[in-house]
């Protein structure tokens, strides 16, 4: 009786190290867009490289907390919510792996724009940041709380990340055919735009999990409207 | 299943006395019956022993009357066993009786005793029998013979008196066992009671048991182990009380996690400061629910130092609430039971005071330098010969003394400003109509106006009562406010001073540009010092970033209030809030 409370102690500590693990995992994520934003508007490419060097945390954080649900499922076999939990847990895990990596990649991008002459204010770049660390943010409080509701209102902002990236193509596209010679810039600031619409892909991949770990549903590749239709 | 102590009592009870009466039975009847079977043969061989003194053809030809009398059954048996006469059978014939072992005794001990079965009367029969002799010769026996049945119903007969024993000492034991529970288990039965309520919490009361045996002391020792144990926890009560008083008043934020590195409790300053109430945080780890990595990470060092950990983190979305966060173990906890405690102290107004005051000090150098600047090097430049070119050096000396004017400018906004805020300034407070002071004011500001395109509306209000104010300070309130009305609106623009008495008490002067409006949220930092909404404008010249700080100190000193109110684009108003003068001698 004894021995078994134990187990299932250690069991309940192992299942919420992973817990915490994403959410710290999703904390530095949301931090390096954070500071890429910040690199961006003060022409920081100090900070830039930062952020490059510490996604290396991030890739050895996502492989420990990969092992760690691996070894859960080997050695105790948890069943039916456990297991959608795990299952989940090491999805999200890759997709926030690859919001770091994205991250790395705004800021490499960033570091390049800061030895060019910036050709307009950002307005809409860091709206777009704002927004996505807002949806990595509420995806894991979704996971967190198993909210629904609060899973499929990050995959409603998806769209409006869409139309931002949408918005900055065509308005960088101008300026390209205005000037060849901001053609360069205009299209580092593109593959930002780009990486942030990525970003918000994978924010709304962890919401799908976490909708999947609760109800047992997949809507992954539903988009948003459908599913409240 | 409980078994009570009663129960158990009477059970024992009920086995002791009946076993008790069963066995002193059992013991009773056997010894009755062998007394009882030994007195009748005695009774027997007593007749025996009369019968046999008469002649056996007397007692053959009486037997019947014999039998009778002796209530037995005579038979008489002659030397070589045949059976001569028989109270019972008359004269029938029987087999040889000589070897009945009654008959044998008697031949050799002159008395025999037999209990058998008796197969001419078919039943169990107590024989005795007696030799008849004449001189040394035997002659015959005369036996006597009774059913034993005569015994066993004398001693059956017994039996119902002795269950009727039996039942009486079974009711006398109940009825001692019951008087024995109540007596004795009654108090225990208390005890029982008394120490289970005691064990749930309910430390209250006394046993109220009389007696002098140990159960009575027993009551008397938990008497007063309650006593005292109510006294422990009134102690315990009041320290935890004061604890709690501490640790929900205190106004830093406290926080325990307990060894799973779950939050366990927080105080209300934590609610406070974090906005999250207690139910939304409790359970949780620090991650769920801050959702902050620096404190996580400080708490992982803390877990791996052992040490205290101080540090400063900044919490909410925008982390821009800053916290002196120290982690620290909860000390007199059962091993392995480690608790973690975080205090939070909230620095976020401190650390502003801190920038605002480094932003000072910068300003202040910046402000100083700038005219010193122009003034050394016009300075120069004459020095290298510019004032050979009067011209010339008449602009530079121009431009020298405007600098040097600002620079005087500046040293006296500081030391109005330093003085206001030490409280130095007096106030030579009295009742000032304040259209008089307005018209003073605008005479000089007009001017001003006139050259940049600006009109000035005045709206004054009927009959307005005296402000308490100081007359010069008052100008000096004024003319900052219209100043920077003049200096922010562009050419064309147009400024507004309306008064208005604003309830019994308040007097309000309003002046509002159209301007470009200053964005909502710089509003609150406008009373800083050297504090500039827009920090790429370039410095106009002549002011020195003092004005609304200045503005608002004396507005303090007044005892009114100054309130910006702008939107983006189309212009600010400043309402100066005066309290009317009461001439009260």
């Known amino acids: 009786m004894e021995d078994k409370r134990h187990t299932s102690r250690e069991y309940e500590r192992e299942l919420q190290e992973i817990r915490d693990g994403l959410l710290y995992l999703g904390a530095l994520t949301e931090r390096a867009l954070e500071r890429g934003s910040q690199a961006l508007l003060e022409r920081n490419s100090v900070l830039a490289r930062e952020i490059v060097r510490e996604d290396e945390q991030i890739d050895s954080l996502d492989v420990d907390l990969e092992e760690k649900c691996i070894r859960l499922l080997a050695l105790r076999q948890p069943a039916a919510r456990d297991l959608r939990f795990i299952t989940t847990a090491i999805k999200i895990t890759g997709h926030l792996e690859r919001i770091g990596d994205m991250a790395a990649n705004i800021a490499e991008k960033v570091i390049i724009l800061n030895d060019l002459p910036q050709i307009k204010p950002y307005i809409d770049l860091p709206r777009m940041v704002e927004i996505g660390r807002g949806m990595i943010r509420k995806s894991l409080d979704a996971m967190v709380r198993e909210d629904i509701g609060l899973a499929k209102k990050v995959r409603e902002e998806d769209t409006v990340i869409d139309q931002l990236n949408d918005q900055v193509f065509r308005e960088l596209l101008t300026f390209m055919m205005e000037d060849p010679r901001k053609i360069q810039v205009c299209l580092y600031i593109m593959q930002i735009s780009k990486s942030l619409e990525r970003i918000a892909d994978h924010a709304e991949g962890i919401a799908d999990m976490v909708i999947y770990m609760v109800t047992g549903k997949s809507v992954r590749h539903k988009p948003a409207s459908a599913e409240n239709g | 299943m409980k078994i009570r102590l009663s129960h158990k009592?009477?059970?024992?009870?009920?086995?002791?006395?009946?076993?008790?009466?069963?066995?002193?039975?059992?013991?009773?009847?056997?010894?009755?019956?062998?007394?009882?079977?030994?007195?009748?043969?005695?009774?027997?061989?007593?007749g025996a022993r009369i019968i046999a003194l008469m002649p056996a053809a007397e007692i053959a030809r009486h037997a019947g009357e014999l039998a009778e009398r002796t209530r037995a059954r005579l038979t008489l048996i002659d030397a070589a066993g045949r059976v001569t006469a028989d109270s019972e059978l008359g004269d029938q014939e029987t087999d040889d009786h000589l070897n009945r072992s009654e008959i044998q005794e008697a031949r050799l001990r002159g008395l025999g005793k037999a209990i058998r079965y008796s197969h001419t009367l078919k039943k169990e029969m107590l024989y005795v029998a007696i030799p008849l002799r004449e001189g040394s010769r035997t002659t015959g026996y005369v036996r006597l013979s009774r059913p034993l049945a005569e015994i066993t119903l004398t001693i059956d007969g017994m039996g119902g008196a002795f269950f009727g024993i039996l039942l009486v000492t079974v009711i006398a034991f109940l009825l001692i066992a019951l008087l024995f529970s109540l007596r004795m288990l009654s108090p225990i039965g208390k005890l029982a009671a008394f120490t289970g309520k005691v064990r749930t919490g309910n430390v209250s009361g006394t046993l109220r048991i009389e007696s002098r045996d140990e159960i009575g002391q027993l009551s008397k020792n938990i008497n007063e182990m309650v006593t005292a144990l109510q006294e422990k926890i009134r102690t315990a009560d009041d320290e935890k009380r004061k604890l709690e008083s501490l640790f929900s008043g205190m106004s830093e934020g406290v926080m325990v996690l307990d060894a799973e590195n779950r939050i366990e409790s927080v105080n209300r300053g934590m609610e406070e400061m974090t906005g999250r109430s207690r139910g939304g945080v409790i359970g949780k780890t620090l991650l769920e629910a801050f959702r902050n990595m620096e404190l996580r990470d400080a708490l992982e060092r803390f877990r791996e130092s052992k040490e205290t950990v101080c540090e400063e983190i900044g919490l909410g979305d925008d982390r821009s609430v800053m916290m002196d966060v120290t982690i620290s173990a909860v000390r007199g906890e059962a091993a392995g039971e480690r608790k973690t405690m975080l205090v939070f102290h909230d620095v976020t107004r401190l650390k502003k005071l801190e920038r605002i005051r480094t932003d000072f000090v910068a300003n202040v150098t910046h402000e100083i330098r700038t005219p010193l600047t122009a003034i050394i090097g016009f300075a120069e430049t004459l020095q290298q010969g510019a004032f050979e070119n009067p011209e010339t050096a008449r602009k530079f000396l121009r431009t020298i003394r405007e600098n040097a004017e600002r620079l005087n400018r500046l040293v006296d906004d500081l030391l109005t400003l330093s003085g206001l805020e030490l409280g130095e300034a007096k106030l030579h407070l009295e009742g000032v109509r304040i259209e008089e002071a307005l018209d003073q004011v605008l005479a000089v500001v007009e001017a001003r106006a006139g050259e940049k395109g600006l009109t000035i509306r005045k709206e004054f209000a009927g009959e307005l009562p005296l402000i308490r104010a100081d007359r010069d300070r008052l100008a000096q309130i004024l003319i900052n406010i219209l100043d920077n009305a003049v200096k922010f609106t562009p050419a064309?623009?147009?400024?507004?001073?309306?008064?208005?008495?604003?309830?019994?008490?308040?007097?309000?002067?309003?002046?509002?540009?159209?301007?470009?409006?200053?964005?909502?949220?710089?509003?609150?930092?406008?009373?800083?010092?050297?504090?500039?909404?827009?920090?790429t404008r370039s410095r106009e010249p002549g002011g020195t970033g003092l004005g609304l700080s200045i503005v608002k100190h004396l507005m303090t000193a007044h005892g009114g209030r100054v309130i910006i109110d702008s939107t983006l684009g189309h212009g600010t108003t400043v309402s100066l809030h005066f309290p009317i003068f009461r001439d009260s001698g």
Do not use: N
């Open chain 2, 492 to 535: 064309g623009g147009a400024i507004a001073v309306t008064t208005s008495p604003d309830g019994e008490e308040w007097l309000t002067v309003r002046i509002a540009d159209t301007g470009a409006g200053i964005p909502k949220g710089e509003i609150p930092r406008l009373g800083e010092r050297f504090y500039r909404a827009d920090r």
């Open chain 2, 9 to 46: 009592f009477i059970v024992a009870f009920l086995v002791i006395g009946v076993a008790a009466v069963t066995v002193a039975g059992l013991l009773i009847q056997r010894e009755l019956k062998t007394d009882l079977t030994i007195r009748i043969e005695e009774e027997m061989a007593a």
